[in-house]
């Protein structure tokens, strides 16, 4: 229903000739989705944080909730539990939230998180340069150079280039939310004070990033690598228009992509939204920290009738219940097993559900255990089986051979569908 109205606005706003914008009723049901999907009783998310902070929606309670709960994880966790990535987006939701990342104070305590995250990407650096791989995920390496150039210090040019030659680089297959956070990163520094020869690096690889997702999108009728990586990539978009130049952008095509999505993650929403304003996580570093936000301002919440919600759910008959098959697979590591099981759940259940279903069933057999993530549950460990970061190890689910594009928690199997978990490495 969302996607209908979104789609039939987008047509009408942007057939007029207007900048790449949404109408304000659409971003504003949007960001009302959003708020409504946090949980509070989860670990906050910072890029909803962000979302809503770049849509000036700052007056509200699940905003004040979240910058608080944000403070208080980074005084606990940034210097130990944290990777660099998550630390770099806690970075930006509170620069976006008029918040100096230097002095972060919550629990009587005070911590300089800007330069936890000046460390640990030194880390990221050294382990980049002895195996060729970041301590983590060169996404997250992505994520902390953006987060260092818009906060105006150092410590990120010598990841931005390796960063920038992975792009150009023939052999590298980066994915689409990578080259996104890499472009708008390349967008931040480039025409700083770097050496030409970096100038000139970092144009090339924005060029082939912004002209590359353009390629994609028309391949893929608006969609850019798959619905959930569209939001990043839509974003670098935003920030690298003066690099695709004199080609154009056709954003009212992108928009109608993402509007016809019925999207339930939070994290999923959060980064479509900025884009939707014509906005990219670039526009942090230039937000009015003076400006008084009113809620009847342009940005303002408009709240869907709850009798449209209520008209839809008594809509459809009672949830019939449907037969899923599930398989563990592990020939990777250790003693290798393989075990296939048939459950039943109601019609429109998630795969977690199908998950516990099968657990209920035969706990010794297919025992799981899960981390909440910004989007959602991860299984980290199936059989007592658990996933390794230091291994580059992971729980990978398929459907007909194919890597299911959504997480256990939002994921709706259909009847007689064969889902496999396997134990890979990435």
């Known amino acids: 229903m969302l996607g209908v109205a979104f789609s039939i606005g987008l047509l009408v706003a942007l057939a007029g000739g207007h900048d790449c914008v ?38 509200g ?26 630390v770099a987006l806690d970075v930006l939701a509170l620069l ?87 472009a708008m990163a390349m967008a931040c520094a480039h025409g700083r004070a770097e050496p030409p020869e970096v100038q000139d690096l970092l144009r090339r690889a924005l060029e082939v990033v912004a002209n590359g997702f353009l390629d994609e999108q028309e391949d893929g009728d608006g969609v850019i690598g798959n619905i959930y990586s569209t939001g990043l990539a839509l974003q670098a978009l935003v ?15 992108a928009f109608s992509a993402v509007s016809s999505h019925d999207y339930q993650q939070p994290m999923a929403m959060a980064q479509v939204l900025p884009a939707l304003l014509g906005k990219s996580y670039l526009d942090v570093a230039t937000l009015d920290c003076t400006a008084v936000v009113s809620p009847s301002s342009g940005t303002a919440r408009v709240r869907v009738p709850p009798t449209v919600g209520t008209m839809l759910l008594s ?9 899923v098959h599930y398989t563990i697979t592990n ?36 025992s799981f255990q899960t981390e909440q993530m910004s989007w959602g549950p991860m299984v980290v460990s199936i059989h007592g089986l658990a996933a390794n970061a230091q291994d580059r190890t992971y729980w990978k689910f398929l459907s007909s051979g194919d890597a299911l594009q959504q997480g256990v928690g939002t994921y709706k199997p259909w009847d007689g569908e064969h889902v496999q978990a396997v134990f890979s490495t990435y």
């Open 22 to 59: 949404a109408p304000q009723g659409v971003v504003s049901r949007l960001l009302e989705r959003m708020e409504d999907t946090v949980e509070m009783d989860g670990p906050p998310n910072p890029s909803v944080l962000l979302a809503m902070n770049l849509a000036g929606a700052t007056n």
């Open 315 to 323: 809509s459809h008959p009672p949830a019939a219940p449907i037969t």
């Open 96 to 182: 976006s939230s008029c918040n100096d990342p230097r002095s972060v104070q919550a629990l009587g305590q005070t911590l300089d998180l800007l330069r936890v995250l000046q460390q640990k990407t030194e880390e990221e650096m050294a382990s980049l340069e002895e195996d060729g791989v970041p301590k983590t995920t060169l996404y997250g390496l992505s994520l902390d150079t953006l987060a260092l150039c818009l906060m105006g210090v150092g410590g990120y040019q010598e990841a931005l280039v390796a960063l920038a030659k992975r792009v150009l680089s023939s052999r590298s297959h980066l994915s689409v939310d990578t080259r996104a956070v890499v």
């Open 61 to 86: 309670a699940t905003h004040k909730w979240l910058l608080q709960e944000i403070k208080e994880k980074a005084v606990e966790g940034a210097q130990k539990d944290m990777a660099s990535g998550e």
């Open 239 to 253: 920030a690298t228009s003066q690099f695709y130049a004199p080609r154009e952008w056709d954003c009212a095509q």
């Open 331 to 366: 020939e990777l590591q250790g003693t290798h097993f393989s075990f296939t099981t048939s459950v039943k759940v109601l019609a429109g259940s998630t795969l977690l559900k199908v998950l516990q279903a099968a657990r209920e069933e035969e706990p010794n057999i297919f």
